[in-house]
Protein backbone atom coordinates (compact mmCIF):
# COMPACT_ATOMS: atom_id res chain seq x y z
CA UNK A 1 0.00 0.00 0.00
CA UNK A 2 1.79 3.38 -0.92
CA UNK A 3 0.63 6.36 -2.18
CA UNK A 4 2.31 9.63 -4.22
CA UNK A 5 1.81 12.74 -4.16
CA UNK A 6 1.07 14.37 -7.43
CA UNK A 7 0.05 18.33 -5.97
CA UNK A 8 1.05 19.21 -3.03
CA UNK A 9 -2.03 21.16 -0.53
CA UNK A 10 -1.11 23.83 1.84
CA UNK A 11 0.41 21.92 4.62
CA UNK A 12 0.51 18.49 4.72
CA UNK A 13 2.28 16.75 7.73
CA UNK A 14 2.85 13.14 9.01
CA UNK A 15 1.52 13.58 12.66
CA UNK A 16 0.78 10.60 15.36
CA UNK A 17 0.26 11.49 19.19
CA UNK A 18 3.77 13.44 19.69
CA UNK A 19 6.81 13.06 21.80
CA UNK A 20 5.61 12.28 25.07
CA UNK A 21 8.36 12.53 27.42
CA UNK A 22 10.57 14.53 26.68
CA UNK A 23 9.56 17.92 27.80
CA UNK A 24 11.88 17.64 30.41
CA UNK A 25 14.77 17.96 27.51
CA UNK A 26 12.87 21.34 25.90
CA UNK A 27 11.43 19.07 23.44
CA UNK A 28 8.14 20.08 22.45
CA UNK A 29 5.02 17.51 22.16
CA UNK A 30 3.98 18.30 18.83
CA UNK A 31 1.64 15.33 16.96
CA UNK A 32 -1.52 15.94 15.92
CA UNK A 33 -4.07 19.14 16.74
CA UNK A 34 -7.10 17.08 16.26
CA UNK A 35 -7.02 14.02 18.58
CA UNK A 36 -10.59 12.21 17.98
CA UNK A 37 -10.24 12.76 14.41
CA UNK A 38 -6.96 11.12 13.97
CA UNK A 39 -7.89 8.51 16.70
CA UNK A 40 -11.57 8.07 14.22
CA UNK A 41 -9.40 7.34 11.05
CA UNK A 42 -7.02 4.96 12.73
CA UNK A 43 -10.19 2.55 14.26
CA UNK A 44 -11.51 2.85 11.00
CA UNK A 45 -8.67 0.82 8.96
CA UNK A 46 -7.97 -1.30 11.74
CA UNK A 47 -4.99 0.14 13.17
CA UNK A 48 -3.80 1.33 16.48
CA UNK A 49 -4.55 4.44 17.94
CA UNK A 50 -1.07 4.97 18.48
CA UNK A 51 -0.41 4.86 14.20
CA UNK A 52 0.92 8.27 12.33
CA UNK A 53 -1.64 10.04 9.78
CA UNK A 54 -1.18 12.91 7.48
CA UNK A 55 -2.33 15.85 8.30
CA UNK A 56 -3.87 18.22 5.65
CA UNK A 57 -4.76 21.92 7.03
CA UNK A 58 -6.86 23.90 4.70
CA UNK A 59 -6.65 22.50 1.29
CA UNK A 60 -5.37 19.33 0.54
CA UNK A 61 -3.13 17.15 -1.58
CA UNK A 62 -3.93 15.39 -4.91
CA UNK A 63 -2.52 11.46 -4.57
CA UNK A 64 -1.99 8.84 -6.84
CA UNK A 65 -2.64 5.60 -5.13
CA UNK A 66 0.42 3.25 -6.25
CA UNK A 67 -0.64 0.46 -4.71
CA UNK A 68 -4.24 -1.07 -3.60
CA UNK A 69 -4.88 0.42 -0.19
CA UNK A 70 -7.14 1.13 2.53
CA UNK A 71 -7.39 4.05 3.94
CA UNK A 72 -9.63 6.08 5.96
CA UNK A 73 -10.75 10.04 5.76
CA UNK A 74 -11.61 12.11 9.15
CA UNK A 75 -11.99 16.09 9.90
CA UNK A 76 -12.76 18.46 7.73
CA UNK A 77 -14.57 18.32 4.49
CA UNK A 78 -12.03 18.72 2.10
CA UNK A 79 -14.71 17.27 -0.84
CA UNK A 80 -12.33 14.29 -1.44
CA UNK A 81 -12.94 13.02 -4.90
CA UNK A 82 -11.42 9.37 -6.75
CA UNK A 83 -12.29 8.96 -10.24
CA UNK A 84 -14.90 11.73 -10.06
CA UNK A 85 -16.96 10.50 -7.32
CA UNK A 86 -17.01 11.40 -3.58
CA UNK A 87 -15.05 10.02 -1.52
CA UNK A 88 -17.08 9.23 2.28
CA UNK A 89 -15.33 11.07 5.43
CA UNK A 90 -15.59 9.06 8.70
CA UNK A 91 -15.76 5.44 6.83
CA UNK A 92 -13.27 2.79 5.77
CA UNK A 93 -12.66 3.03 2.30
CA UNK A 94 -10.93 0.46 -0.35
CA UNK A 95 -9.21 1.93 -3.18
CA UNK A 96 -7.79 0.35 -6.44
CA UNK A 97 -3.79 0.84 -7.43
CA UNK A 98 -3.69 3.92 -10.09
CA UNK A 99 -6.85 5.93 -9.00
CA UNK A 100 -6.08 9.49 -8.27
CA UNK A 101 -7.41 10.97 -5.11
CA UNK A 102 -7.74 15.09 -5.31
CA UNK A 103 -8.61 16.82 -2.14
CA UNK A 104 -10.14 21.05 -2.34
CA UNK A 105 -10.15 23.40 0.28
CA UNK A 106 -11.81 22.66 3.50
CA UNK A 107 -15.82 23.62 3.88
CA UNK A 108 -16.38 22.77 7.65
CA UNK A 109 -13.09 22.50 9.68
CA UNK A 110 -9.61 23.02 9.04
CA UNK A 111 -7.87 19.84 8.78
CA UNK A 112 -8.49 16.35 7.45
CA UNK A 113 -6.76 13.46 8.66
CA UNK A 114 -6.05 10.12 6.57
CA UNK A 115 -5.18 7.01 7.52
CA UNK A 116 -4.00 3.91 6.05
CA UNK A 117 -4.17 0.36 7.06
CA UNK A 118 -0.56 -0.69 8.78
CA UNK A 119 0.31 3.09 9.14
CA UNK A 120 3.08 5.16 7.30
CA UNK A 121 6.82 3.72 6.86
CA UNK A 122 8.31 6.82 8.99
CA UNK A 123 11.24 6.45 10.82
CA UNK A 124 10.99 7.10 14.75
CA UNK A 125 12.35 9.90 16.00
CA UNK A 126 12.25 10.19 20.04
CA UNK A 127 9.45 7.63 20.07
CA UNK A 128 7.24 9.75 17.56
CA UNK A 129 6.60 9.78 13.92
CA UNK A 130 5.13 13.28 14.37
CA UNK A 131 6.76 16.38 11.75
CA UNK A 132 8.05 19.39 13.91
CA UNK A 133 8.85 21.48 10.77
CA UNK A 134 10.69 24.13 12.60
CA UNK A 135 13.07 21.92 14.01
CA UNK A 136 13.08 19.88 10.91
CA UNK A 137 12.54 16.43 12.77
CA UNK A 138 10.35 13.38 12.70
CA UNK A 139 7.68 12.77 9.64
CA UNK A 140 8.99 12.45 5.75
CA UNK A 141 12.44 14.40 6.44
CA UNK A 142 11.61 16.77 8.76
CA UNK A 143 9.50 18.42 6.21
CA UNK A 144 5.89 18.83 4.76
CA UNK A 145 4.87 16.64 1.75
CA UNK A 146 5.85 17.63 -1.56
CA UNK A 147 5.48 16.86 -5.02
CA UNK A 148 6.95 13.31 -6.04
CA UNK A 149 6.83 12.35 -2.05
CA UNK A 150 5.79 8.36 -1.66
CA UNK A 151 4.48 7.14 1.18
CA UNK A 152 4.47 3.34 1.74
CA UNK A 153 2.61 1.53 4.26
CA UNK A 154 4.04 -1.34 6.97
CA UNK A 155 2.12 -4.42 7.04
CA UNK A 156 -1.64 -3.86 8.20
CA UNK A 157 -2.88 -5.96 11.30
CA UNK A 158 -4.80 -8.93 11.40
CA UNK A 159 -8.36 -6.42 11.92
CA UNK A 160 -6.86 -4.56 9.48
CA UNK A 161 -6.33 -6.95 6.88
CA UNK A 162 -9.81 -8.76 7.30
CA UNK A 163 -11.71 -5.48 6.46
CA UNK A 164 -8.83 -4.64 3.40
CA UNK A 165 -9.96 -8.66 2.37
CA UNK A 166 -14.09 -7.91 2.94
CA UNK A 167 -13.84 -4.12 1.14
CA UNK A 168 -11.73 -5.54 -1.98
CA UNK A 169 -14.09 -8.26 -2.49
CA UNK A 170 -16.76 -5.87 -2.55
CA UNK A 171 -15.80 -3.46 -4.82
CA UNK A 172 -15.29 -5.69 -8.14
CA UNK A 173 -14.17 -3.89 -10.76
CA UNK A 174 -14.90 -0.06 -8.57
CA UNK A 175 -12.10 2.15 -8.38
CA UNK A 176 -13.02 2.29 -4.42
CA UNK A 177 -15.39 0.96 -2.16
CA UNK A 178 -17.01 1.95 1.12
CA UNK A 179 -19.27 0.37 3.38
CA UNK A 180 -22.39 1.93 4.66
CA UNK A 181 -21.50 1.98 8.18
CA UNK A 182 -18.86 4.21 9.78
CA UNK A 183 -18.83 6.49 12.81
CA UNK A 184 -21.75 7.29 14.20
CA UNK A 185 -23.36 10.56 14.31
CA UNK A 186 -23.42 11.47 18.10
CA UNK A 187 -19.27 10.81 17.87
CA UNK A 188 -18.72 12.97 15.49
CA UNK A 189 -17.82 16.71 16.28
CA UNK A 190 -19.75 19.47 14.87
CA UNK A 191 -17.26 21.94 12.98
CA UNK A 192 -18.26 24.93 12.77
CA UNK A 193 -17.41 28.76 12.25
CA UNK A 194 -18.41 29.96 15.70
CA UNK A 195 -17.92 27.31 18.30
CA UNK A 196 -18.78 27.63 22.14
CA UNK A 197 -15.98 26.11 23.41
CA UNK A 198 -15.86 24.82 27.38
CA UNK A 199 -13.66 25.71 29.10
CA UNK A 200 -12.32 25.10 33.41
CA UNK A 201 -10.86 28.17 35.20
CA UNK A 202 -7.39 28.50 35.07
CA UNK A 203 -4.95 28.85 38.01
CA UNK A 204 -4.51 32.72 37.41
CA UNK A 205 -7.98 33.40 36.45
CA UNK A 206 -8.50 35.58 40.05
CA UNK A 207 -5.49 37.71 38.80
CA UNK A 208 -8.15 39.48 36.12
CA UNK A 209 -10.51 42.23 36.75
CA UNK A 210 -13.74 41.51 37.57
CA UNK A 211 -14.76 43.04 33.82
CA UNK A 212 -12.00 40.95 32.04
CA UNK A 213 -13.44 38.00 33.09
CA UNK A 214 -17.08 38.76 32.65
CA UNK A 215 -16.02 39.56 29.31
CA UNK A 216 -14.11 36.53 28.48
CA UNK A 217 -17.52 34.15 28.89
CA UNK A 218 -19.87 36.81 27.55
CA UNK A 219 -18.17 38.29 24.06
CA UNK A 220 -16.87 36.57 21.21
CA UNK A 221 -13.38 36.25 20.22
CA UNK A 222 -11.95 35.53 16.56
CA UNK A 223 -9.23 33.59 15.31
CA UNK A 224 -5.90 35.99 14.42
CA UNK A 225 -4.39 35.77 11.09
CA UNK A 226 -1.51 34.92 13.13
CA UNK A 227 -2.21 31.52 14.01
CA UNK A 228 -0.04 28.35 13.56
CA UNK A 229 0.10 24.63 15.12
CA UNK A 230 2.05 26.30 18.03
CA UNK A 231 -1.09 28.79 19.00
CA UNK A 232 -4.19 30.62 18.12
CA UNK A 233 -3.75 34.22 19.20
CA UNK A 234 -7.16 35.81 19.68
CA UNK A 235 -8.59 38.74 18.92
CA UNK A 236 -11.63 40.65 20.79
CA UNK A 237 -11.94 42.24 23.93
CA UNK A 238 -8.74 43.16 26.05
CA UNK A 239 -7.93 41.02 29.59
CA UNK A 240 -6.65 43.42 31.89
CA UNK A 241 -4.76 42.14 34.94
CA UNK A 242 -5.46 43.61 38.33
CA UNK A 243 -1.74 44.24 39.55
CA UNK A 244 -0.33 45.07 36.11
CA UNK A 245 2.99 44.63 38.00
CA UNK A 246 2.62 41.25 39.68
CA UNK A 247 5.01 38.54 37.81
CA UNK A 248 4.53 34.57 37.10
CA UNK A 249 7.24 32.58 37.53
CA UNK A 250 7.33 30.17 34.19
CA UNK A 251 5.44 27.25 34.90
CA UNK A 252 4.07 24.12 33.04
CA UNK A 253 1.76 24.44 29.95
CA UNK A 254 -0.59 21.99 27.90
CA UNK A 255 -2.85 21.76 25.06
CA UNK A 256 -5.92 24.09 25.42
CA UNK A 257 -4.14 26.27 27.78
CA UNK A 258 -5.21 30.16 27.54
CA UNK A 259 -2.89 32.37 28.39
CA UNK A 260 -2.52 36.12 28.27
CA UNK A 261 -0.17 38.27 27.52
CA UNK A 262 0.24 41.99 28.78
CA UNK A 263 -1.32 43.58 25.84
CA UNK A 264 -4.70 41.76 26.29
CA UNK A 265 -5.43 39.49 23.70
CA UNK A 266 -5.32 35.80 25.17
CA UNK A 267 -3.59 32.78 23.24
CA UNK A 268 -4.69 29.52 23.03
CA UNK A 269 -1.72 26.57 23.19
CA UNK A 270 -1.87 24.34 20.98
CA UNK A 271 0.21 20.84 19.45
CA UNK A 272 3.75 22.69 18.72
CA UNK A 273 3.37 24.85 21.96
CA UNK A 274 6.26 25.70 24.12
CA UNK A 275 7.32 23.69 27.42
CA UNK A 276 6.51 25.91 29.67
CA UNK A 277 4.69 29.82 29.91
CA UNK A 278 5.34 32.47 31.94
CA UNK A 279 2.37 34.36 31.12
CA UNK A 280 -0.77 34.21 33.71
CA UNK A 281 -3.65 32.15 32.72
CA UNK A 282 -7.05 32.55 32.19
CA UNK A 283 -8.35 29.25 31.23
CA UNK A 284 -7.97 25.81 30.35
CA UNK A 285 -10.38 24.30 27.33
CA UNK A 286 -11.69 20.87 28.71
CA UNK A 287 -10.33 17.94 26.74
CA UNK A 288 -13.40 16.93 24.60
CA UNK A 289 -13.56 20.41 22.98
CA UNK A 290 -10.03 20.76 21.67
CA UNK A 291 -10.94 19.31 18.28
CA UNK A 292 -13.40 22.53 18.20
CA UNK A 293 -11.10 24.74 19.11
CA UNK A 294 -8.60 23.02 16.17
CA UNK A 295 -10.84 22.84 13.40
CA UNK A 296 -11.58 26.87 13.49
CA UNK A 297 -10.36 29.01 10.66
CA UNK A 298 -8.60 32.89 10.85
CA UNK A 299 -11.66 35.01 11.60
CA UNK A 300 -14.01 32.48 12.64
CA UNK A 301 -15.42 33.38 15.91
CA UNK A 302 -15.25 31.35 19.30
CA UNK A 303 -17.34 32.26 22.22
CA UNK A 304 -16.13 30.28 26.21
CA UNK A 305 -18.33 28.86 28.55
CA UNK A 306 -17.17 27.37 31.68
CA UNK A 307 -17.98 24.25 33.28
CA UNK A 308 -16.25 22.62 36.43
CA UNK A 309 -13.47 19.99 36.67
CA UNK A 310 -16.36 16.87 37.49
CA UNK A 311 -18.14 17.90 34.30
CA UNK A 312 -15.27 17.93 32.09
CA UNK A 313 -14.24 14.47 33.59
CA UNK A 314 -17.67 13.32 32.82
CA UNK A 315 -17.75 14.41 29.04
CA UNK A 316 -14.40 12.85 28.82
CA UNK A 317 -15.28 9.08 30.34
CA UNK A 318 -18.38 9.47 28.23
CA UNK A 319 -16.59 10.40 25.31
CA UNK A 320 -14.12 7.51 25.93
CA UNK A 321 -17.03 5.09 26.84
CA UNK A 322 -18.52 5.64 23.24
CA UNK A 323 -14.74 5.65 21.37
CA UNK A 324 -14.23 2.01 22.54
CA UNK A 325 -17.99 0.90 22.09
CA UNK A 326 -16.82 1.96 18.57
CA UNK A 327 -13.76 -0.04 18.77
CA UNK A 328 -15.77 -3.24 19.87
CA UNK A 329 -18.43 -2.72 17.34
CA UNK A 330 -15.17 -2.51 14.71
CA UNK A 331 -13.77 -5.84 15.94
CA UNK A 332 -16.86 -7.72 16.37
CA UNK A 333 -17.81 -6.22 12.01
CA UNK A 334 -15.45 -8.80 10.70
CA UNK A 335 -14.99 -11.53 13.22
Known sequence: MSLRVIRPGLLTTVQDGGRVGFQKH??????????????????????????????MTMKGDTWEVTEDTLLAICGADMKAIADGQPLPRWKPV??????????????????????????????????????????GIGGYEGRALQKGDELKADKPGPQAKKLYDFLRKQARVA?????????????????????IVRVVKGNQFDWFTRESREAFFQQAYRVSPQSDRMGYRLDGPLLERIDKSRELVSEAVTFGTVQVPAEGNPIVLLA???TTGGYPKIAQIISVDLPLIVQTKPGDAIRFRE??????????????????????GMQLKYE
Open 26 to 55: GVIVGGVMDTFAHRMANLLVGNEGSEATLE
Open 94 to 135: WVKAGTVIQFGVSQHGARTYVAIAGGFQIPLVMNSRSTYVRA
Open 175 to 195: SFYAPDWGIASELMPRYHEQP
Open 307 to 328: VGHQEAERLLIEREQLIRQARL
Open 272 to 274: DRQ
